[in-house]
């Protein structure tokens, strides 16, 4: 059982910037991946940004609509996985989940993170 806490949200006015931080209960390098999905009001759950983890090389891949604008990153002495955004939009607004892949299960998520951008 793995349990995550998400934290960092909050308003931001566009074009600005904001860290998410989720941190897992347990050694983060026996999960296969670790990544921030995202929902808004009306709209599917999506995938954000995903990162790799378990080995040096940490594979990243971001939706099309992120890329260049977040970054998905991960402290292992910590067990966490930070979203740094940037850029932020009015449609980046959404609930941001956190989300655990792990071997021998369906995975595990957060309880989720407001962030609302709004002038």
């Known amino acids: 059982q793995v349990q995550l806490v998400e934290s960092g949200g909050g308003l931001v006015q566009p074009g600005g910037s904001l860290r998410l931080s989720c941190a897992a209960s347990?050694?983060?390098?026996?999960?296969?991946?670790m990544a921030w999905y995202r929902q808004a009001p009306g709209n599917q759950r999506e995938l954000v940004a995903r990162v790799t983890l378990g080995n040096n090389i940490n594979f990243k891949d971001y939706s099309d609509s992120v890329k260049g604008r977040f970054t998905i990153s991960s402290d292992y002495a910590k067990n966490t996985v930070y979203l740094q955004m940037s850029s932020l939009r009015p449609e980046d607004t959404a609930v941001y989940y956190c989300n655990a892949e792990a071997p021998y299960s369906d995975g595990y998520w957060g309880q989720g993170t407001q962030v609302t951008v709004s002038s």
């Open positions: 347990s050694d983060i390098r026996t999960l296969r991946a």
